[in-house]
């Protein structure tokens, strides 16, 4: 397995669409990793994600980065795909998996890219975990393994709870884990310290279930599969990443 690099390709043609190409391109490997990463919020995925796109050299592809970056062009730079998942989330409304597939049609280059994926936030229901091994079987390559970060509950709960931002710069801290040198006050900008609704532990509950029950299939769907690799997300997250890589070493 490749050793940790910070050099990270741009990932333009992921996040601008099919119009854009890479300026700074993966290094093509001889083993490249072709990975889906599934996790409940509070788990430290995101950071998994980007500490295993340095060392498996492999584009962390997340389709919130897409939406996000969608936000920042033109109207005439994004394609209809785009556009349309905008609209949607404007309206408050979820991106039905049509949008979204069409999003991923759009952006199959990156998952033939010779370097590899990590693909985060996609996909999210079975119907699109369908689709993706439909194009992946048409392009001639194979998903390595579904990585599932797991918590329980309490745990992420405690996690988000006790999560606090910034009213001001928007900074995040954590009660326990990453306090402010003054309580209740942010360190960057002096702003008062605050809890989001929904990062209250009633709140963190509901999110739970509807986690649960929106991907349990999905999870069943990969376990069918052969593909699907629980990982204990408790600890650091040099220790989660340690336990992520030796699960992967052991399946070369």
């Not at 333009?12 to 001889?30: D, I, N, Q």
């Not at 280059?109 to 194009?135: H, K, N, Y």
């Not at 990982?231 to 997250?237: K, L, S, Y």
Request: glycine letters at 10%; aromatic letters at 4%; proline letters at 5%.
């Amino acid at each position: 397995m490749s050793e940790t690099t910070n050099l990270r390709p741009d990932r333009a043609a992921w996040l601008k669409g099919p119009a854009a190409s890479c300026s700074m391109k993966p290094e093509v490997l001889a083993r490249p990793w072709r990975l889906v990463l599934l996790g409940a919020p509070g788990v430290g995925k995101g950071t998994q994600a980007e500490l295993l796109g340095s060392r498996l050299k492999a584009c962390q592809l997340s389709t919130g980065d897409v939406f996000r970056a969608a936000k920042g062009l033109k109207e005439c730079e994004r394609s209809p795909a785009m556009t349309a998942a905008l609209g949607y989330m404007s309206r408050g409304e979820l991106v039905p998996d049509t949008t979204v597939l069409a999003m991923i049609q759009e952006r199959t280059s990156c998952l033939t890219c010779g370097g590899g994926f990590l693909l985060d936030g996609f996909p999210r229901t079975v119907t699109q975990a369908e689709a993706l091994q439909g194009i992946l079987k048409e392009k001639g390559i194979k998903l390595d393994g579904v990585l599932d970060y797991r918590l329980p509950l309490e745990e992420i709960v405690s996690r988000l709870s006790g999560r606090r931002t910034c009213a001001g710069c928007k900074a995040v801290y954590h009660v326990t884990g990453r306090p402010s040198k003054v309580a209740g006050v942010c360190d960057q900008c002096g702003g008062k310290l605050v809890q989001r609704e929904d990062d209250r532990a009633e709140a963190v509950r509901v999110r739970m279930a509807a986690y649960q029950q929106s991907t349990s299939p999905l999870t069943a769907f990969y376990e069918k599969l052969g593909l699907l690799i629980t990982i204990e997300a408790t600890g650091t997250p040099e220790e989660i990443f340690l336990r992520t890589v030796d699960v992967l070493q052991a399946r070369i």
